[in-house]
């Protein structure tokens, strides 16, 4: 694989992991940008993405709606254990595969922007991950697949920071 898709992934992982280890009890009923979800519904999902997202790679069918076994507790914990063995999976694959690592790091970079935005507000994030992230969502993310997904695209200024501008793409609106 090539090595800024796993370079990325890795930051993207690192980062995601991260916030996970900060989320608090007193967190969990916040609400987040990501549409009728709160930080537990949030957590919850994000901590069960890499073994998704390995799953997946390896053609298996997920369920991205159905609900982890994961306490709170755990969710950086085994956030990391799949997250290392995703990794590991990527690391293997040919150059022509790096589509699947991107998509990754793209859906792992908006949801950690928001959590960012529910329980660490001025938290940096990565902009070369925001990058990276926001390139594969140009390419992958049509109008027809995002339904259901993510909202339409909010329109933000030119010069807005490349986070805002993934949020953006992503339907959030990060003003």
């Known amino acids: 694989m090539t090595h800024d898709a796993v370079t990325t992934l890795s930051a993207a992982l690192d980062q995601a992991g991260e916030l996970l280890a ?22 919850n999902h994000l901590a069960a993405s890499p073994g998704r ?40 694959q040919p150059d022509d595969r ?25 938290r940096a994030l990565d ?6 992230a926001l390139a594969a969502m140009r390419q992958g993310l049509t109008p027809e697949n995002r339904v259901g997904v993510f909202a339409p695209e909010v329109e933000v200024a030119d010069d807005a920071s490349v986070h805002d501008r993934l949020a953006a793409w992503a339907g959030r609106d990060p003003r």
């Open 22 to 43: 900060v989320v608090q009890t007193d967190h969990l009923d916040l609400p987040t940008p990501c549409d009728g979800w709160t930080v537990r519904d949030l957590g």
């Open 53 to 92: 997202f390995l799953a997946m790679a390896h053609g298996e069918s997920v369920d991205w709606n159905a609900p982890s076994d994961i306490p709170p507790s755990r969710w950086a914990v085994q956030f990391r254990a799949d997250a290392a063995a995703l990794l590991a999976h990527w690391e293997s």
């Open 98 to 122: 790096a589509g699947g690592a991107d998509f990754t790091t793209a859906e792992l970079a908006v949801h950690a922007w928001d959590l960012a935005q529910a329980v660490d507000p001025g």
């Open 127 to 132: 902009p070369v991950v925001a990058e990276r």
